[in-house]
């Protein structure tokens, strides 16, 4: 706050944001409004106000566009200050995702969001959507996620998964899937398809994947290791060759690219091993 008497503190817990305020002069959490469920964006800042402990922060959801919120520390309140046009539709025209989880073939848990269409529960056709990166995380929400709820609203469940390589669960998950680790993030889809299945969830003659950059360079890792497992696969502007890639892109972006991967010196073999 501007007078540095409060701290505003956002943290991922597992896809979803919390926020809260911390007093620097008690070194005490205020008991304060929560704000509904959902994900405070990480790319718009959080505002205090100039001379006045109040908030100002956004939140979106699954069944919520992004609206602007303030919280007033000394009135103890909490106000919705936009109204975003829900373009004829309404919160009822949205489902909420399940979290889960499942252990994959190393015991590692890997967590998913699971949007199941309305009085759907099982031997459901399932569209596993990989977010791209791959140092990022799928995330409940409405916005880029048309396709998403127009398929759930079709009767087409989706699964998120966060497989290992993702943020959010700590800088050791994130390096998981790091040179020659790359697969073992694919085998991380194998294993959920397996645990689909055998809860009953998916029908296993219906299971696609689908996914945009890393996300569909993952689509097609799977289509090409594991093609008797999917019915279909929907890759967008994926990678097919991590040596052809990385000798292609941007001079400034390559060694932050092959941080990830493993470069092209030392490692053009592992790229190769693992491009599908």
Known sequence: SSDDRYLAVCTNEGGYSDLKIYDLVNEAYLNTPKPPKGVISEYLPIFWAPGAAKLLFNVSGAARPMDYWVLDIMSDSLEKVTHSDMAGLTADDFVQPRLCSFRSFDGLEIPYFL???????????????????????????????????????????????????????????????????RLDSVEDIACLIDHLVKTGVADPQKIGVMGVSYGGFMTLSCAARMPERLCCSVCTVGMFNLVTFLENTADYRRPHRESEYGTLANDRQTLCNVSP
């Open 115 to 181: 949007y199941a269409p309305k009085g759907m529960h099982e031997n459901m056709p399932v569209m596993l959507e990989i977010h791209g990166g791959p140092e990022g995380q799928s995330v409940p929400g409405i916005a880029y996620k048309e396709l998403l709820h127009y398929m759930v609203s079709q009767g087409i469940a989706v699964a998120e998964p966060n497989v290992r390589g993702s943020t959010g669960y700590g800088k050791m998950y994130t390096h998981l899937d790091d040179v020659e680790k």
